[in-house]
């Protein structure tokens, strides 16, 4: 949802003394390939790197490509033809069958990184963006390689000239695609760009402390989650019990509306296994019409409580998932935060959640 960008910008900022570093992003792909355009890695001038484009098995080779980029300071196209054929011949022996494009640009430190700079100020207050990045191009004023990255009217970075063209208010785009594509012509020439929308990681609510809360905490900011976790009890609102990058809250149920910005959460889980606090946390979140609200226990329960705030599920927009996750076989705190987790994840991508690969096919 995100295309990896937290563990881009954890790179950046490890490597904000640098003098440059190298963007690789996937710009088309022909059949079966791992990631889609708008992909990104980044490389430091020693060879390292993060971010995939792959499953793992070219980043290493394009991590030897970038050297020419260092040094020139040109755009750089490479195509890896993945073929069955091709395949051998690149020695990557992945059989994915299919064809990528990417392109490698040199990012200046003097220039703030590119857009690196622009979207950490944007992700500190949670804007929704786009980037438009030119693939191909017969205006000298945008030349391949070329790029605009706007946050609404206040984070903004790039060619002025693009600028004129993706600087609106997000809501133009539709943020829900993976990306799209665009052609800008005037007297100058034509431009070809590639956009991506760039959406911070999903912001969760974990309502209550307790162990059960842990694991899913963890497994939310292995996936580059923004994580908070509430509690009224000091014994279980603790930080060293959570992920260092957790944000841990010690306040009363009561006070959920007023002391978290709800209006900046994509999914609240209710884990109190209080029927009392689970009441006042999910009148709260109801209320700011959080997009995916779940919590645990049956139907009843859920029904019960929703019945107490004079909620009907289903009506209005709101459907409270409860009990909360996908039907994977779970009873343990682990296996109950990997359904949790994967539900949240589908919900927001908008998926059902249903096998990929039926049984017969």
Same mark, same amino acid.
């Given at each position: ?33 791992? @990631? ?9 001038? $020693?060879?390292?790197?993060c971010g ?8 290493? $080779? ?38 990528? !494009?990417?392109?490698?640009?040199k990012l ?56 004129? &063209? ?7 785009? $539709? ?7 665009? &052609?800008?012509? &005037?007297? %100058? ?43 009224? @009890?000091?014994?279980?609102? @603790? ?6 990058v957790c ?16 209006? !900046? ?14 009441? %006042?946390?999910?009148? %709260? ?29 289903? %009506? ?10 996908? $039907? ?20 927001? &991508? ?12």
């Open positions: 949802m995100h295309l990896g960008l937290s563990t881009l910008l954890e790179f950046y900022r490890a490597h904000r003394s640098d003098d440059a570093l190298v963007l690789g992003t996937v710009v088309t792909t022909e059949g079966s390939t791992y @990631r889609k355009p708008g992909a990104m890695m980044l490389i430091a001038a $020693d060879g390292s790197h995939l484009i792959s499953g793992g098995c070219l980043e290493s $080779d394009l991590a030897q490509h970038a050297k020419r980029v260092f040094e020139e300071a040109e755009p750089r196209e490479i195509t890896y033809d993945l073929s069955a054929d091709e395949d051998l011949v690149w020695g990557l022996g992945i059989g994915c069958d299919g064809v990528i !494009k990417l392109l490698l640009q200046s430190g003097d220039d703030g990184f590119g857009f690196l700079e622009a979207l950490e100020s944007a992700w500190q207050e949670r804007q929704d963006g786009v980037l438009g990045l030119v693939t191909a191009s017969s205006d000298p004023s945008c030349p391949i390689g070329s790029f605009a990255f706007a946050c609404g009217t206040r984070f903004k970075a790039g060619n002025s000239r693009l600028l004129e &063209n993706i600087q609106q208010p997000a809501t133009i785009h $539709d943020l829900s695609r993976r990306f799209w594509r665009e &052609n800008i012509s &005037n007297a %100058q020439g034509s431009v070809d760009l590639l956009l991506v929308p760039v959406i911070p990681p999903p912001a969760l609510l974990i309502c209550g402390a307790g162990v059960d809360t842990v694991p899913v905490a963890r497994l939310a900011t292995e996936m580059g989650w923004d994580c908070t976790v509430v509690d009224h @009890r000091s014994g279980f609102a @603790r930080a060293e019990r959570f992920p260092p944000k841990i809250r010690l306040l009363q149920p009561a006070e959920l509306a007023s002391e978290i910005t709800l209006d !900046k959460v994509d999914a609240a889980i209710m884990m109190s296994h209080n029927l009392s606090h689970d009441r %006042q946390y999910l009148a %709260q979140v109801v209320a700011a019409q959080v997009a995916y609200i779940g919590m645990l226990g049956p139907r009843t329960r859920r029904d019960r409580l929703l019945d107490e705030i004079n909620v009907t599920n289903g %009506q209005d927009g709101i459907h409270v998932h409860g009990p909360a996750g996908l $039907d994977i076989g779970a009873e343990m705190p682990e296996s109950i935060a990997l359904s949790i987790i994967s539900e949240i994840h589908a919900c927001l &991508n908008l998926r059902t959640g249903s096998e990929l690969t039926p049984a017969g096919t």
